[in-house]
């Protein structure tokens, strides 16, 4: 099916704010042939995301953060929840710069190679936000701390724990985050090749 096998009846938006949300009547075509009825849904457009998992392959540590969210403390949630970095890609930029930048700015540190782990929806029944995830390579020693920008609102605990020590609190469903799910499930695939590439030359030992 393409967008030709949707017809929008009205738009209407119903809010302007950090987050657009617009009210949508349309029809879609079915599988079993014909139209579906007109249906009224609302819509959240707020940009595409990245996320990523700094990783130390020479320490076997991640780098985690926690921050106060909204959504978790709706929900009735411990609202401070533990989170990979993330950012918005605005306008013009690359996802691998807002990585960078967004691992900087809420870590302190920086990163050496990015891997692409996946591309998902955050919500795709609401929401028009895809989220590119990254596993990124850095030194975790000396890392942690408080970090954020003020003018953004933003109070950011980074801190540092062992692979295994994660990975334990994702099979056991202790972690509800996507973001850590995806790439730490992409990082039991592949760190044992990281391990390995982040190690000197024989020659050299």
Same mark, same amino acid.
């Given at each position: 099916?393409? /967008? $030709? ?13 950090? &987050? ?20 009224? !849904?609302?819509?959240?457009? !707020? @940009?595409? +995301?990245?996320?990523?998992?700094? =990783?130390?392959?020479?320490?076997? /540590?991640?780098?985690?953060?926690? $921050?106060? !969210?909204?959504?978790? #403390?709706?929900?009735?949630? +411990? ?7 993330? @950012? ?6 690359? &996802? ?5 930048? /967004? ?12 891997? !692409?782990?996946? %591309? ?8 028009? /936000?895809?989220?590119?995830? =990254? ?12 970090? @954020? ?15 295994? %020590?994660? #990975?334990? %609190?994702?099979?056991? @469903?202790?972690?509800?985050? +996507? ?6 499930? #992409? ?19």
């Amino acid at each position: 099916m393409t /967008e $030709q096998d949707v017809e929008i009846i009205a738009r209407e938006q119903q809010y302007g704010g950090y &987050a657009k949300i617009d009210r949508i009547t349309l029809r879609h075509s079915l599988f079993a042939g014909g139209w579906s009825r007109p249906l009224t !849904r609302e819509l959240i457009e !707020r @940009g595409h +995301a990245v996320a990523v998992l700094p =990783y130390d392959p020479v320490r076997d /540590e991640v780098i985690l953060i926690k $921050q106060f !969210r909204m959504g978790a #403390w709706g929900a009735g949630e +411990a609202p401070w929840m533990v989170e990979t970095v993330a @950012g918005i890609i605005e306008q013009g930029e690359q &996802a691998e710069d807002v990585a960078r930048r /967004e691992t900087m700015e809420e870590t302190g540190c920086t990163l050496g190679a990015l891997h !692409r782990v996946c %591309d998902y929806f955050a919500s795709p029944g609401i929401m028009t /936000e895809k989220i590119t995830v =990254y596993c990124g390579i850095t030194d975790t020693k000396n890392a942690g701390g408080i970090f @954020g920008l003020v003018e953004e609102g933003e109070d950011i605990q980074a801190y540092v724990a062992p692979w295994d %020590d994660i #990975w334990t %609190d994702v099979n056991e @469903g202790n972690v509800v985050d +996507a973001k850590i799910m995806l790439a730490m499930m #992409w990082l039991s695939q592949n760190k044992d090749s990281l391990i390995t590439h982040s190690l000197p030359p024989k020659d050299s030992l």
